[in-house]
């Protein structure tokens, strides 16, 4: 993504829509609460502060840098598109197996998928006798990007799905591991014209049904005016790997941010039949992806979301100022829901020129009310549309 500036004013419309605390209604209807929009709007009454002052206030003091050791290609801890995986009992004596793309001097050259494991929130090692990246440069004329995990529960096996740019396809590759040092060979587990899969986020259920959102930008990519959210899914054969699996046909997404393009997503499963919470990166109309924010949506069955009108994390607010944060990107999202608390691993452009990683925490519930009670006036104070620089990240 070699980044160029671009000057430039966009003035964008964004809705206001209802939304909900973490209890997912009955099936077929957006995972929001009826009377959240009612609890903002009393909370507005005691707290004079702004929309942005508040959410900031909540997320900001928790966000923290985490730290990626550099790989063995690109000698660079600069690093975009984290995910996260966090099995039920663990695997191979860790709770969480992160992986991600290095991303030295925005080079699509050095966007190889490498796998870390996690010691805690922030810190994260490389596994013993792994050499990073796990997957090597194609070579001239096509780039990786996009790497996503899941476990699988029959075969103890984490599947990595990943994004192959050629000159006319977005090839979506598929492989897994038992052990994080020996994989299978990656197979193709579909394709679209560029750059019609973006982004795979792979869900595997208890019983192995498994789903990938992805986004569906068109030719345009990172400058795209529009874009779409589609869904494929696959159920192995018993004991047979997911390396076999058939995907089936793409089935349309409703997932819309207002105002703002869809780019890239991070899909989690809530437990207990709660439907899921996405994390979703996107950039106002008329702008590019190297000017996103994140923003969350929730669903009870994948197909039909509810969007909130307000992002989690914008470029304006204090906390990314002070940080040097010119664009939020692809991040991803774990839930406990013991404790009720959300915790996400953005990655972030800074200052114009690298990449880093963050973690930050929240209570879903104290949070997801004042997303979802945004009015349009509260939108425009985020300063999203602001007039400066347009950073225009040139590959998708």
Request: with cysteine; aromatic share 8%; glycine share 6%.
């Amino acid at each position: 993504m070699r980044v160029a500036l671009i000057a430039s004013v966009a003035i964008v419309f964004v809705a206001c829509a209802d939304a909900k605390t973490t209890t997912v209604p009955q099936r077929g209807t957006p995972a929001t609460p009826p009377d959240a929009h009612a609890e903002s709007l009393a909370d507005a009454h005691v707290d004079p502060r702004s929309l942005g002052d508040r959410v900031d206030a909540l997320i900001g003091p928790t966000i923290t840098r985490v730290a990626i050791p550099p790989d063995s290609f690109s000698h660079s801890p600069d690093a975009v598109h984290p995910d996260i995986v966090c099995p039920p009992s663990g695997w191979n004596g860790r709770r969480c197996w992160f992986i991600y793309t290095p991303y030295k001097n925005s080079d699509p050259s050095y966007e190889n998928p490498a796998m870390l494991m996690a010691s805690d929130d922030t810190i994260l090692d490389t596994p013993p006798d792994v050499v990073n990246p796990v997957i090597h440069y194609p070579g001239f004329g096509s780039y990786n990007s996009d790497p996503d995990h899941a476990f699988d529960p029959e075969t103890h096996r984490l599947i990595q799905m990943y994004r192959v740019v050629t000159d006319s396809f977005n090839k979506i590759m598929l492989m897994s591991t038992g052990d994080a040092r020996h994989w299978t060979t990656p197979v193709v587990a579909f394709q679209a014209p560029n750059h019609d899969a973006i982004s795979p986020s792979l869900v595997i259920a208890p019983d192995r049904s498994a789903r990938v959102w992805y986004v569906r930008a068109g030719t345009a990519g990172c400058t795209a005016s529009t874009s779409a959210v589609e869904m494929r899914s696959a159920t192995p054969e018993p004991l047979t790997r997911f390396e076999d699996a058939q995907w089936s046909a793409a089935t349309p997404v409703d997932l819309v941010i207002p105002g703002a393009v869809a780019w890239h997503l991070d899909v989690l499963a809530l437990p207990n039949d709660r439907g899921y919470l996405a994390l979703v990166v996107a950039f106002p109309h008329g702008w590019a992806c190297g000017n996103s924010d994140l923003y969350l949506a929730s669903s009870q069955d994948g197909v039909h979301w509810q969007t909130y009108p307000a992002p989690v994390l914008w470029r304006d607010m204090h906390s990314a100022q002070r940080r040097g944060v010119t664009s939020w990107y692809r991040g991803t999202l774990r839930y406990e829901p013991a404790t009720d608390e959300l915790h996400l691993w953005p990655s972030a452009l800074l200052d114009g020129r690298t990449w880093s990683v963050y973690h930050a925490s929240v209570k879903l519930g104290d949070l997801v009310p004042l997303l979802s009670g945004a009015k349009s006036a509260d939108i425009r104070a985020l300063g999203l549309r602001r007039n400066v620089p347009r950073r225009v990240i040139e590959m998708p």
